[in-house]
């Protein structure tokens, strides 16, 4: 079949009367040549060719000059293959870049629309659960790398209500769990943790990856496989991305589309204010329970005992009375006896090949973590604490 490589466009040029005229786009050997109705020839060579697609239609290909002296323009169908079947490997590849990010964009804004109809279907049919299903499912739209700018931006100005350490016995222990499990828990972002001296038996994750763990939990726990199922359980929060869907449910899905749209800091502010206040860590019943079974499966696949996580558990259950004040609000979250037999449940439906020791000194990492402060304390305000997790893994 004949392969065409003339194509209707035009050209941009000083030289040319008004600086614009149609013309018909050829592909050359080793250029891009533009013949107007006149006979005047302009060419571009492969090498000098700056290559871009937009227009009003976002399928305009441009080809420009490296002194943008000379344009050479075209949105006829073929002539993207038809130049890429001609070009050097590199201008080739440009090629293949550009019309990859053109799709994805075209993905993107399909997603776009899609979340808008949703919102028009629950405005019209006066839907509330449909509106914040809508909410929840803009979710997917937004990059991953909002999390952790949002988590990021909101760690910088919460109150950790205590100091973080870089106790190197401490770091190096929570390193290691960490490691061992980030790779299992979904490998969708990089968790960064920050070990804060308190009391408090808590620990609890932004979205985006960081974590924020307290001396106060380290103690506490009987085990490091304790701490890893608490670990495991923020881990499963920041890939399902409860933190984020917590923040479109608050500010409206409209409000999140239009961060896509460009308007950056309204959103950015509002969703800071709301990580701030620890609005995201009243996670429902649901999201808790969808984090407890990801813990399992993470701690299992890591050569863990996922049972660790339910002893946890029962350890808060008997220890309540005793713990600081900070985490009676346990008792607003679902209930520890029945999480802790669907853990047991699903540990039990988990294959677990093996388990791995740490080769850390337990002991050691728990006298770094400084003594047990048993008696009450005042507990942090809502608007001073991000996450009242206390010990419960959120």
Same mark, same amino acid.
């Given at each position: 079949m004949h392969e065409t490589t003339e194509f209707a466009g035009g050209v941009f040029s000083d030289a040319i009367q008004g600086g614009r005229a149609a013309a018909r786009i050829s592909i050359g050997d080793d250029a891009v040549i533009g013949t107007t109705a006149e006979g005047e020839s302009f060419r571009i060579?492969?090498?000098?060719?700056?290559?871009?697609? @937009?227009? +009003?239609?976002? #399928?305009? *290909?441009?080809c420009r000059s490296t002194d943008r002296s000379l344009t050479l323009?075209?949105?006829?169908?073929?002539?993207?293959?038809?130049?890429?079947? $001609?070009?050097? !490997? /590199?201008?080739?590849?440009?090629?293949?870049?550009?019309?990859?990010?053109?799709?994805?964009? #075209?993905?993107? &804004?399909?997603?776009?629309?899609?979340?808008?109809?949703?919102?028009?279907?629950?405005?019209?049919? =006066?839907?509330?659960? %449909?509106?914040?299903?809508?909410?929840?499912?803009?979710? &997917?739209?937004? !990059?991953?790398? *909002? /999390?952790?700018?949002?988590?990021?931006?909101?760690?910088?100005?919460?109150?950790?209500? @205590?100091?973080?350490?870089?106790?190197?016995?401490?770091?190096?222990?929570?390193?290691?769990?960490?490691?061992?499990? +980030?790779?299992?828990?979904?490998?969708?972002?990089?968790?960064?943790?920050?070990?804060?001296?308190? !009391?408090?038996?808590? +620990?609890?994750?932004?979205?985006?990856?960081?974590?924020?763990?307290?001396?106060?939990?380290?103690?506490?726990?009987?085990?490091?496989?304790?701490?890893?199922g608490v670990l495991a359980h923020e881990m #499963? $929060?920041?890939?399902?991305? $409860? =933190?984020?869907?917590?923040? &479109?449910?608050?500010?409206?899905?409209?409000?999140?589309?239009?961060?896509?749209? =460009? /308007?950056?800091?309204? %959103? #950015? +502010? &509002?969703?800071?204010?709301?990580?701030?206040?620890?609005?995201?860590?009243s996670y429902s019943r649901e999201q808790e329970h969808e984090a407890d079974m990801d813990a399992v499966r993470t701690l299992a696949r890591s050569a863990i005992d996922p049972a660790a996580l339910a002893d946890f558990f029962v350890l808060l259950e008997k220890r309540q009375g005793n713990l600081p004040s900070v985490i009676a609000w346990l008792g607003t979250h679902p209930d520890l006896s029945q999480r802790v037999v669907d853990v047991r449940a699903q540990a039990k439906r988990t294959p677990l090949k093996h388990t791995t020791a740490f080769t850390f000194d337990w002991p050691e990492v728990q006298r770094h973590a400084g003594a047990v402060q048993d008696a009450p304390t005042k507990p942090a305000s809502t608007k001073d604490a991000p996450s009242q997790d206390a010990a419960k893994a959120d």
């Open positions: 060579a492969y090498s000098d060719c700056q290559l871009e697609l @937009g227009g +009003a239609s976002g #399928a305009m *290909w441009f323009y075209t949105e006829a169908l073929g002539f993207a293959q038809a130049l890429q079947a $001609h070009a050097p !490997p /590199d201008l080739s590849a440009k090629i293949a870049a550009i019309v990859a990010q053109a799709r994805a964009q #075209a993905q993107r &804004t399909r997603l776009l629309w899609g979340a808008l109809l949703l919102v028009a279907v629950a405005v019209l049919g =006066g839907g509330y659960f %449909l509106l914040r299903q809508a909410a929840q499912a803009s979710v &997917t739209i937004l !990059p991953r790398s *909002w /999390d952790e700018k949002l988590g990021e931006l909101a760690l910088k100005q919460v109150s950790l209500e @205590g100091s973080v350490i870089e106790d190197p016995v401490l770091t190096r222990a929570v390193n290691a769990m960490v490691e061992r499990m +980030a790779p299992h828990a979904g490998g969708g972002f990089k968790y960064r943790v920050r070990i804060v001296e308190a !009391p408090v038996v808590n +620990a609890f994750a932004l979205p985006g990856g960081a974590i924020v763990l307290y001396t106060g939990l380290l103690r506490a726990a009987a085990t490091p496989e304790q701490v890893c #499963a $929060h920041v890939e399902r991305r $409860h =933190g984020m869907q917590r923040i &479109t449910q608050t500010v409206g899905v409209v409000a999140t589309v239009q961060l896509l749209f =460009g /308007d950056v800091s309204g %959103l #950015a +502010a &509002t969703a800071v204010e709301i990580l701030q206040q620890g609005a995201i860590n």
